[in-house]
């Protein structure tokens, strides 16, 4: 059999992918550990189910969109943990990144940061990943109003927040 | 003519159609402050690029380039990867791995317990193994808000993917162990039994939910867990709660 399966295809594009989907996760958790963890677990399940992906379709938004419902697990499953483990367990702490580095980008990412989750997802898709409205909300299998809404809230919200001017 | 900002937005996008953008690229070219509101969504966007490019240039941890790799060295570096991962990352795992570990866990425990003799908690069925005496008893009529009188001590209870009611519990019974159990029609079957902490030579039960039955309520619970209230009815009900009430 010489015949490419899904997950050989899938595979073969992780090496263009996986920095994008470091991204995309960097946005969604702000948080370099998880962001990492969470990637790992998308492409774990991108893999797995990787029958369910048509080809010739998206890879990206559609990984984007396994990234995104595996978040979605996460935090439900911590909010679970913290009522029924014990406070050493639940405690857990992420890792920090050192508040040295002040440089632009940062205070972009701090503001990006401080948005609504839905918010903060359809930017990255739309802004930071260039899918089309449509594609975007395809994947997170919402009206397009919906998204387009989002949209334009977060990008009001970081306006209020870097001020109005072109160049911070 | 007004336009809105979603729809500057979306222009700024490239996301109109041949006929709105002419309609706003002519609006523009009279109205300066609807050219300057479409050149501050263009300059967000760029900005926000431009913020976050960084990231696609660090190099990449061990374990996510492994991923890029071949099988082999997605497996060997999940196998790695589980043993070292936090605790509050339970839900960090594959499902398939839980299944292995849980199998394996009940496979070392029954050869343990089955030689106690005298009065078992565990019976081998054809369904597997069940839950009987005092373990029995606990399940069936423990509440997690309930101080244990018993030996069971109740952690979450909550419904299975596929509709039994199950619950995670801690038993001493010489040790304490600790597990998984979820109703079939009459008895509890035990999906999962693990070495529970002993915490002060007493039970603090659900507080110290071992991680591998943590794993598995994280990857077989569909929904929330019961409230206090819905797990008293399911007690009170004698577990005949609809499988799948919404269909």
């Known amino acids: 059999m010489s015949a490419k399966t899904p997950a050989d295809e899938i595979r073969d594009a992780l090496g263009d992918l996986l920095p994008r989907l470091r991204r995309f996760a960097r946005v969604i958790t702000r948080n370099v550990a998880d962001a990492d963890d969470l990637v790992q677990v998308t492409v774990e ?4 189910r990787a029958a369910q992906w048509r080809p010739g379709s998206r890879l990206d938004s559609w990984m984007f969109g396994i990234m995104k419902n595996a978040w979605v697990d996460e935090v439900r499953a911590r909010r679970r943990r913290e009522r029924v483990l014990a406070p050493e367990e639940a405690g857990a702490t992420v890792g920090d990144r050192s508040a040295a580095a002040r440089d632009i980008a940062l205070s972009v990412q701090a503001a990006v940061a401080r948005l609504p989750e839905d918010q903060r997802i359809a930017i990255a898709l739309v802004l930071l990943e260039g899918l089309p409205y449509k594609e975007a909300a ?3 299998g919402i009206p397009i109003g919906t998204l387009t809404s989002r949209l334009a809230r977060g990008r ?13 | 003519m007004k336009f809105s900002d979603e729809m500057l937005m979306a222009y700024a996008d ?32 760029a900005k926000l690029r431009k913020a976050f490019e960084p990231i696609l240039d660090e190099p990449l941890p061990p374990a996510l380039a492994a991923l890029a790799g071949d099988e082999e060295a997605v497996q060997a570096v999940e196998l790695a990867a589980a043993r070292e991962r ?36 565990y019976e081998e069925t054809p369904e597997g193994l069940v839950a009987r005496g005092e373990l029995a008893d606990g399940l069936e009529y423990g509440l997690a808000s309930l101080p244990a009188r018993s030996n069971v001590k109740i952690g979450v209870t909550f419904r299975h993917r596929d509709g039994r009611p199950c619950r995670s519990f801690t038993f001493r019974h010489g040790t304490a162990v600790a597990g998984l159990a979820c109703r079939g029609r009459a008895d509890w079957k035990l999906e999962l039994l693990a070495d529970a902490p002993a915490e ?15 794993r598995l309520v994280d990857t077989v619970i569909e929904g929330e867990p019961f409230d206090a209230q819905a797990e008293s009815a399911a007690v009170a009900s004698g577990w005949r709660i609809a499988p799948n009430v919404a269909e």
Request: net charge neutral; proline share 5%.
């Open chain 1, 138 to 140: 395809e994947t997170l």
């Open chain 2, 14 to 45: 490239g996301e109109l159609d041949l006929v709105a953008r002419a309609e706003i690229e002519a609006a523009m070219a009279v109205d300066p402050a609807l050219a300057r509101a479409v050149e501050r969504h263009r300059a967000m966007a």
């Open chain 1, 45 to 48: 399940k991108a893999l797995a």
């Open chain 1, 156 to 168: 009001a919200m970081l306006q209020a927040i870097l001020g109005n001017g072109g160049s911070a």
């Open chain 2, 200 to 214: 002060d030579g007493d039970l603090r039960a659900a507080a110290s939910m071992p991680a591998p039955v943590a």
């Open chain 2, 86 to 121: 936090r605790i509050g990352f339970g839900r960090w795992q594959l499902p398939a791995w839980t299944a292995i570990a849980a199998s394996v866990l009940i496979g070392l425990f029954v050869g343990v317990l089955l030689t106690r003799g005298g009065g078992s908690p």
